[in-house]
């Protein structure tokens, strides 16, 4: 107990805290993207891909047991990842207490200098993406247990979902890939030899994300999924 308060009270900590969880959210977006393209498979298929979620491991558990461990688990992933966040800006912030006349920028990427900044806007996207299509409150016409309707009708219907979910995964590209580097320099698994490795994975994660979740959309408007 006194290990895990002294990592959580220290910088070092709360940078590792930050990594582990962001494995384990990189890790369900990876998937949750594979997922989303089983739509290519038709209302169908799509369809019960989503019952599916809602009722592995029975009859051993009751239905959703697992749906609920998974879901409790990135919510837990996500409180611990954004407030470590929130701790080191301020803590940053803190050491500077004094604005820089003159910042020098040479040396920092367009994806470090917007981390923080886009991640709050993937914060903000997941809320709303979770009423958009789990809950459907911010979608009319939301049909329960339709996975396949609903996310054609919100990208057909709602001109304005489209630009709202690109713009989100581009941002969700540029955090994965300053966040899969950092994640693996700050749990010590950069080196010289793995250097190359993990700029490549952060580089494919980074357009391999943003095309996974970005297809979906435009082929809705492209009318490709009706």
Do not use: C
């Given at each position: 107990?006194?290990?895990?308060l002294?990592?959580?009270?220290?910088?070092?900590?709360?940078k590792?805290?930050?990594?582990?969880?962001?494995?384990?959210?990189?890790g369900?977006?990876?998937?949750?993207?594979?997922?989303?393209l089983?739509?290519?498979?038709?209302?169908?298929?799509?369809?019960?891909?989503?019952?599916?979620?809602?009722?592995?491991?029975?009859?051993?558990l009751?239905?959703?047991?697992?749906?609920?461990v998974?879901?409790?688990?990135?919510?837990?992933?996500?409180?611990?990842?954004?407030?470590?966040?929130?701790?080191?800006?301020?803590?940053?912030?803190?050491?500077?207490?004094?604005?820089?006349?003159?910042?020098?920028?040479?040396?920092?990427?367009?994806?470090?200098?917007?981390?923080?900044?886009g991640?709050?806007?993937?914060?903000?996207f997941?809320?709303?993406?979770?009423?958009?299509?789990?809950?459907?409150?911010?979608?009319?016409?939301?049909?329960?247990?339709?996975?396949?309707?609903?996310?054609?009708?919100?990208?057909?219907?709602?001109?304005?979902?489209?630009?709202v979910?690109?713009?989100?995964v581009?941002?969700?590209?540029?955090?994965?890939?300053?966040?899969?580097?950092?994640?693996?320099?700050?749990?010590?698994?950069?080196?010289?030899?793995?250097?190359?490795?993990?700029?490549?994975?952060?580089?494919?994660?980074?357009?391999?994300?943003?095309?996974?979740?970005?297809t979906?959309?435009?082929?809705v408007?492209?009318?490709?999924?009706?």
């Amino acid at each position: 107990m006194a290990a895990a308060l002294t990592l959580n009270q220290s910088t070092i900590g709360k940078k590792a805290i930050m990594a582990v969880t962001g494995i384990v959210l990189y890790g369900f977006v990876i998937v949750h993207m594979i997922g989303n393209l089983k739509i290519f498979e038709g209302p169908k298929g799509f369809n019960e891909y989503s019952h599916f979620l809602r009722v592995v491991g029975e009859p051993a558990l009751p239905a959703g047991t697992i749906l609920w461990v998974i879901r409790i688990v990135l919510l837990v992933s996500v409180v611990l990842h954004v407030r470590a966040a929130i701790q080191l800006t301020l803590l940053d912030n803190a050491g500077r207490p004094i604005a820089y006349k003159k910042v020098q920028r040479k040396q920092a990427s367009f994806a470090s200098l917007t981390l923080r900044w886009g991640g709050m806007a993937i914060f903000f996207f997941v809320i709303f993406h979770l009423l958009h299509f789990t809950v459907g409150s911010a979608l009319p016409g939301y049909i329960e247990g339709e996975p396949y309707h609903n996310v054609v009708s919100a990208f057909s219907n709602q001109i304005w979902a489209a630009p709202v979910y690109l713009l989100a995964v581009a941002a969700l590209g540029t955090h994965l890939y300053h966040g899969v580097w950092s994640a693996m320099q700050t749990l010590g698994l950069n080196t010289r030899r793995t250097e190359k490795l993990f700029r490549g994975l952060a580089v494919a994660s980074g357009i391999g994300l943003f095309a996974g979740f970005a297809t979906v959309p435009i082929v809705v408007l492209l009318g490709i999924l009706q």
